[in-house]
C-alpha cells in the first residue's frame, strides 16, 4: 500500500570564494520517493546574481540536466522537475549548482511535490 504526503525539502549551502555552491538532496528511506511539481532557488543576497542550473539524477552531468536559470540569487523556479521519481535507492538525486553569485550568501533549493512511501 502506497501512503502519500505533501514534500516540502530544503536544502542549503554557503557560496564559497567565488560566489559558487552545490545543494544535492534526496530520500531518507528506501522505500521513500519523491514526485517533485517544482523546485525554486534563491540566495540571501543578490549584488552579484547567480546562475543556477538544476540535474536530477546519480550526478552532476550533461544528461542529467533539467532546467537552469540567471536568477539564481534573487529567485526562480522551474516546473521542468514533474514527471522525475527521485528515489533512495534507485541513487537518484536533486542537485542545484549555483555560480557567480555573492560570496558568503546562503543558497537554498526548495523542492515541492508529493512524497510517496511504497
Known amino acids: 500500500?502506497?501512503?502519500?504526503t505533501g514534500l516540502n525539502e530544503t536544502g542549503t549551502?554557503?557560496?564559497?570564494?567565488?560566489?559558487?555552491?552545490?545543494?544535492?538532496l534526496s530520500p531518507n528511506g528506501s522505500n521513500e520517493?519523491?514526485?517533485?511539481?517544482?523546485?525554486s532557488v534563491k540566495a540571501s543576497s543578490a549584488t552579484n546574481e547567480a546562475s543556477c542550473k538544476i540535474y536530477i539524477g546519480q550526478s552532476i552531468n550533461d544528461s542529467n540536466f533539467v532546467s537552469g536559470t540567471f536568477t539564481g540569487s534573487s529567485g526562480?523556479?522551474?516546473?521542468?522537475?514533474?514527471?522525475?521519481?527521485?528515489?533512495?535507492?534507485?541513487?537518484?538525486?536533486?542537485?542545484?549548482?549555483?555560480?557567480?553569485?555573492?560570496?558568503?550568501?546562503?543558497?537554498?533549493?526548495t523542492l515541492s511535490g508529493t512524497k510517496e512511501f511504497r
Not at 500500500?1 to 502519500?4: A, D
Not at 554557503?14 to 555552491?21: E, F
Open 33 to 39: 520517493h519523491w514526485l517533485p511539481t517544482l523546485a
Open 1 to 4: 500500500m502506497t501512503k502519500t
Open 76 to 109: 526562480d523556479a522551474s516546473d521542468q522537475v514533474s514527471g522525475f521519481d527521485i528515489w533512495h535507492r534507485g541513487n537518484r538525486y536533486i542537485f542545484a549548482v549555483w555560480a557567480g553569485g555573492d560570496v558568503g550568501a546562503t543558497a537554498t533549493l
Open 13 to 24: 549551502v554557503v557560496l564559497d570564494a567565488s560566489g559558487n555552491g552545490t545543494v544535492q
